[in-house]
C-alpha cells in the first residue's frame, strides 16, 4: 500500500537526519547502523556497521565501537573500545576494553578493564582495572 512505502521513506529521512546529525560532531559512522533519536556519541568516537544505539545511551569521545554491538540504556565513556557486544543498563567507565560476543547486563566496568571474549558479566560491578577472566598466575 502506498502508506507503507511512504512510512518507509519517512524512517529513512529520519535515521539519515540521525546519522547526519552525530557526522556533524565529529562522530565517524562507517556503514549501516541502526541509532535512536536519544542517543549521544561524543566527538572522535567512530561506529562501524551493524551497531544497534538504543534508548538512553551516551557515548563518550574516542570510543571505538567495532561491527554488530546491541548498546541500550547504557553510559559508555571515552577511550573504550567495544567489540561485538550486548550491553545493556550498563555504566562503562573511560579506558575499557571489551572483545566479541560479551554479554553485559546490568552492571558497572570501572576504567581501565580488558574483558575477554565470551564473557557474562550480571548484575554487579567490574573494579577498575581488571581483566577477565582472571588470568592464573
Excluded: W
Amino acid at each position: 500500500s502506498n502508506n507503507a512505502s511512504t512510512l518507509k521513506q519517512c524512517e529513512g529521512v529520519l535515521k539519515q537526519r540521525i546519522l547526519s546529525k552525530h557526522i556533524s560532531n565529529g562522530v565517524d559512522i562507517l556503514g549501516d547502523c541502526e541509532i535512536d533519536e536519544m542517543v549521544e556519541i561524543g566527538t572522535g568516537s567512530m561506529i562501524f556497521k551493524g551497531n544497534i544505539l538504543r534508548g538512553n545511551t551516551i557515548i563518550g569521545k574516542n570510543t571505538i565501537l567495532k561491527e554488530n554491538n546491541v548498546i541500550e540504556n547504557s553510559n559508555i565513556g571515552s577511550d573504550v573500545c567495544i567489540s561485538g557486544s550486548n550491553i545493556v543498563d550498563c555504566k562503562i567507565e573511560d579506558n575499557v576494553f571489551i572483545l566479541p560476543y560479551c554479554y553485559i547486563h546490568n552492571a558497572t566496568i570501572r576504567k581501565n578493564c580488558y574483558i575477554s571474549s565470551n564473557i557474562a558479566v550480571e548484575n554487579r560491578t567490574i573494579r577498575a582495572g581488571t581483566r577477565l577472566p582472571k588470568e592464573n598466575k
